[in-house]
């Protein structure tokens, strides 16, 4: 099973030193703890999707390529500011079954992956109870679930039951959403899910309520991360 990691952001929030998937955490670059826990799920080849600063994630990739089992390759997303939905396409060409998909700066419980690996058709792993600052909720994608399926997703949801963790089973129709999302400048992975739930398509509630991960957008993030569990 192909698992895709979306890692082209600029992290405008964060330090400029090094593109935020290299950022530290713990003496680690994020992206080099994200890698550990993929390998745990055992993917059959892992796709990585970079931006601007490509070339210093891919010498990264070089140095640490034999540590994982797996192939892994790259894919650029030369125009990032349309967004991980963009970034999302780019892996289009690559990819025909079922896939995980995760986001080069969320660390996660690799229980997280073995969840979204082994759930039927599309779905995403979803907190019911998140432990979040108020500043994290008001950041976080959140959804409605009614009867273990996701009926709403989005930032600015004023009645939600769960939060987004950026851990993804997906489908190939992922991509027709997405391909019918072009004409707008910027495509965000939460709209093409929106498109399918409006579609009919299921989308399952994976619930990891209790399991640790975190979305490292800012300083605070990666501070609060660092005193939490590794």
Not at 131 to 138: A, E, F, K, S, Y
Not at 179 to 195: E, K, M, P, Y
Request: aromatic share 6%.
């Amino acid at each position: 099973m192909d698992f895709v990691v979306l890692a082209a952001g600029d992290g405008t929030r964060m330090p400029k030193k090094a593109p935020k998937p290299l950022v530290e955490l713990s003496g680690q670059p994020i992206l080099k703890h994200v890698l550990d826990r993929l390998a745990q799920a055992n993917p059959g080849r892992l796709i990585l999707v970079t931006g601007r600063r490509h070339r210093e994630i891919e010498a990264f990739l070089r140095q640490h390529r034999a540590a994982y089992p797996f192939e892994i390759i790259t894919v650029i997303n030369r125009d990032v500011e349309r967004e991980n939905g963009y970034s999302l396409l780019q892996v289009q060409p690559f990819v025909q079954d079922r896939f995980l998909l995760t986001m080069a700066d969320h660390l996660v419980d690799p229980k997280l992956y073995f969840e979204a690996r082994d759930h039927h058709g599309l779905g995403l792993c979803v907190d019911r109870a998140p432990t979040l600052t108020p500043t994290q909720v008001d950041d976080a994608t959140k959804v409605w679930i009614e009867a273990n399926q996701i009926k709403e997703i989005g930032k600015a949801l004023e009645r939600w039951n769960g939060i987004d963790t950026g851990v993804f089973s997906m489908t190939p129709r992922v991509f027709e959403a997405l391909n019918g999302l072009r004409h707008c400048h910027r495509i965000t992975v939460t709209d093409a899910v929106s498109v399918l739930i409006r579609e009919g398509e299921p989308f399952g509630a994976i619930d990891v309520s209790g399991a640790f991960w975190r979305d490292i957008d800012t300083l605070q993030d990666l501070e609060l991360t660092e005193e939490g569990p590794p």
